[in-house]
């Protein structure tokens, strides 16, 4: 027992509680290639095993951001570690890549080994929904960084695509239609503004609201980001996907853009898909001019496929297979604009 460490803040034989319980969540996302479990220093993935001829490898960080304090506020922490994972695997697919591992980094003012396991089971759970395997992380105990029982946390995964069939938006053309698969929510952007249209309008997260069907708001704001792993690589090695855009911070507006060439342009049709009630009330709530909203949140499309017509009904077919509501949003166009018709 280090009583010197302790007496400052960082109870090590907490963490050594951690490590054993999070192993049973670690060993549950084991997948062909994974090489090592908890205890290295370094995670390993055998990537010869997979018989790729000429790998890229492809890869993405990113965290949670401000959708934790809801996290906080709910008290509910098994959900985070999803979003986590979510956030960059779905960026790497968007290259085209099938996530192969992940890390994850923890960071806490104090050690609680429940409050750690949850957070760790929800990154294991999305590794699972996504296919990868969690190989390795990091958690950190920081007294004075963080208050009353507040923590961070961030991820980091490796994919692969074979170079011959990367997606970087080199066959995007005018003419192409943009599907568009259905998000579960705000996902994990926006919510600072979030936060702030909920404050301003007096209202709390713990308080049930009509229009969500007596759901919790906490509870709807805190449902997991979309991971689109498995469906997504399921239409790519079925249809010529020109593109991919993970609707992110920026919603619309930002993200879709980053898949075309100069000169290029989109036309979005409202109304070819749902928005989302989430959505609906954060407007109205905030005040937030409607034509706003799709610069800032997704609207309730969380992934857009490129690619050519005569594809996107098998595409949404294969989507529709894997559970997915996915339908035409848009085209790609040739005036240089984001055009929300």
């Given at each position: 027992?280090?009583?010197?460490?302790?007496?400052?803040?960082?109870?090590?034989?907490?963490?050594?509680?951690?490590?054993?319980?999070?192993?049973?969540?670690?060993?549950?996302?084991?997948?062909?290639?994974?090489?090592?479990?908890?205890?290295?220093?370094?995670?390993?993935?055998?990537?010869?095993?997979l018989?790729?001829?000429?790998?890229?490898?492809?890869?993405?960080?990113?965290?949670?951001?401000?959708?934790?304090?809801?996290?906080?506020?709910?008290?509910?922490?098994?959900?985070?570690?999803?979003?986590?994972?979510?956030?960059?695997?779905?960026?790497?697919?968007?290259?085209?890549?099938?996530?192969?591992?992940?890390?994850?980094?923890?960071?806490?003012?104090?050690?609680?080994?429940?409050?750690?396991?949850?957070?760790?089971?929800?990154?294991?759970?999305?590794?699972?929904?996504?296919?990868?395997?969690?190989?390795?992380?990091?958690?950190?105990?920081?007294?004075?960084?963080?208050?009353?029982?507040?923590?961070?946390?961030?991820?980091?995964?490796?994919?692969?695509?074979?170079?011959?069939?990367?997606?970087?938006?080199?066959?995007?053309?005018?003419?192409?239609v943009?599907?568009?698969?259905?998000?579960?929510?705000?996902?994990?952007?926006?919510?600072?503004?979030?936060?702030?249209?909920?404050?301003?309008?007096?209202?709390?997260?713990?308080?049930e609201?009509?229009?969500?069907g007596?759901?919790?708001?906490?509870?709807?704001?805190?449902?997991?980001?979309?991971?689109?792993?498995?469906?997504?690589?399921?239409?790519?090695?079925?249809?010529?996907v020109?593109?991919?855009?993970?609707?992110?911070?920026?919603?619309?507006?930002?993200?879709?853009?980053?898949?075309?060439?100069?000169?290029?342009?989109?036309?979005i049709?409202?109304?070819?898909?749902?928005?989302?009630?989430?959505?609906?009330?954060?407007?109205?709530?905030?005040?937030?001019?409607?034509?706003?909203?799709?610069?800032i949140?997704?609207?309730?499309?969380?992934?857009?496929?490129?690619?050519?017509?005569?594809?996107?009904?098998?595409?949404?077919?294969?989507?529709?297979?894997?559970?997915?509501?996915?339908?035409?949003?848009?085209?790609?166009?040739?005036?240089?604009?984001?055009?929300?018709?």
């Open positions: 027992m280090a009583k010197s460490y302790e007496n400052a803040g960082v109870n090590l034989e907490a963490g050594y509680e951690v490590v054993s319980r999070i192993k049973k969540h670690v060993a549950s996302t084991r997948r062909p290639g994974w090489m090592s479990g908890i205890g290295s220093f370094g995670g390993m993935f055998d990537l010869a095993s018989g790729y001829k000429e790998p890229v490898l492809v890869s993405g960080t990113d965290g949670v951001g401000t959708k934790l304090k809801i996290a906080f506020a709910m008290d509910k922490h098994d959900t985070v570690g999803i979003d986590a994972v979510a956030m960059c695997v779905n960026d790497v697919l968007a290259q085209g890549a099938e996530p192969l591992v992940f890390l994850d980094y923890v960071a806490v003012g104090h050690n609680v080994p429940e409050k750690i396991e949850a957070i760790v089971a929800g990154v294991a759970e999305g590794c699972r929904q996504a296919g990868c395997a969690l190989v390795g992380g990091e958690t950190a105990e920081m007294p004075g960084m963080y208050e009353g029982g507040e923590y961070d946390i961030a991820g980091f995964t490796v994919g692969v695509v074979e170079k011959s069939k990367l997606i970087d938006g080199s066959k995007v053309k005018v003419g192409d943009l599907v568009g698969i259905a998000s579960t929510g705000v996902h994990s952007n926006g919510f600072s503004l979030v936060r702030k249209i909920v404050a301003d309008a007096g209202l709390e997260f713990t308080q609201i009509p229009e969500f007596g759901k919790r708001l906490g509870d709807v704001l805190l449902t997991p980001t979309k991971i689109y792993v498995k469906q997504v690589l399921d239409v790519i090695r079925n249809c010529d020109h593109g991919v855009a993970h609707i992110t911070g920026g919603g619309f507006d930002e993200n879709i853009p980053r898949i075309l060439h100069e000169g290029q342009g989109i036309e049709r409202e109304g070819s898909w749902e928005i989302l009630p989430v959505f609906r009330m954060l407007e109205k709530w905030g005040g937030v001019p409607h034509r706003e909203m799709f610069n949140f997704n609207m309730g499309i969380g992934m857009v496929l490129a690619l050519d017509e005569s594809e996107a009904q098998t595409a949404i077919d294969i989507l529709a297979s894997h559970g997915e509501k996915a339908t035409i949003i848009g085209k790609i166009t040739s005036s240089s604009e984001v055009s929300i018709i």
